[in-house]
């Protein structure tokens, strides 16, 4: 492995050099994180008097306690995402499916509306054919008929004198 950054750190009180392929400052915050957690540890009362060997020791094991429990976290989310997508697939083929049947009953109905349109003007047709075929015998509305008695009430002109109480008159 060809080492390209070198770079000066400060961890434990002690100046260390740390090569890596990774940039200067990538390094840096490894080396700052690093020296952080050996702080906190020597800050503990109940380790004021552990020698820093045993400090490097119990901050080495920390930062891998904490790497392990990220791991865990990752690959949780791992298999949740993987879960997710499977729902998504399931989803997505339960909506092909629901789109097909809704297309099929679209063409169903388009089909039945083509059927019903066409039964509508074969009945249209019949109906004008129907009122063309049958003589104009409709009554007006509003028209008289004088069919009782019409021939007593006519005078041999041809006039027809009655009056509403069925009294007849004749022209003299």
């Known amino acids: 492995m060809a080492f390209k950054n070198k770079v000066q750190v400060l961890i434990g009180g002690k100046t260390m050099t740390l090569m890596g392929t990774e940039s200067e400052e990538y390094l840096k915050n490894v080396a700052e994180y690093i ?17 820093p060997a045993v400090v490097s ?8 306690d904490e790497y392990f429990k990220e791991k865990e976290k990752k690959e949780a989310l791992a298999l949740e995402n993987e879960s997710m997508k499977l729902k998504v697939f399931d989803l997505a083929r339960e909506n092909d499916k ?27 047709r019949k109906l004008a054919t129907e009122e063309k075929a049958e003589p104009q015998s409709k009554p007006v ?32």
């Open 141 to 172: 509305l509003g028209s008289i008929s004088h069919t009782k008695n019409n021939e007593n009430n006519s005078n041999k002109y041809g006039n027809n004198y009655s009056n509403n109480y069925g009294n007849n008159y004749k022209q003299r």
């Open 98 to 124: 629901s789109k097909e049947a809704m297309q099929k009953e679209l063409s169903e109905l388009k089909h039945q509306n083509g059927r019903l349109e066409a039964e509508i003007e074969e009945l249209k």
């Open 57 to 64: 020791v119990l901050t080495s094991i920390n930062v891998a």
């Open 35 to 51: 020296n952080q957690k050996f702080d906190e540890i020597k800050d503990l009362d109940s380790s004021k008097a552990l020698s």
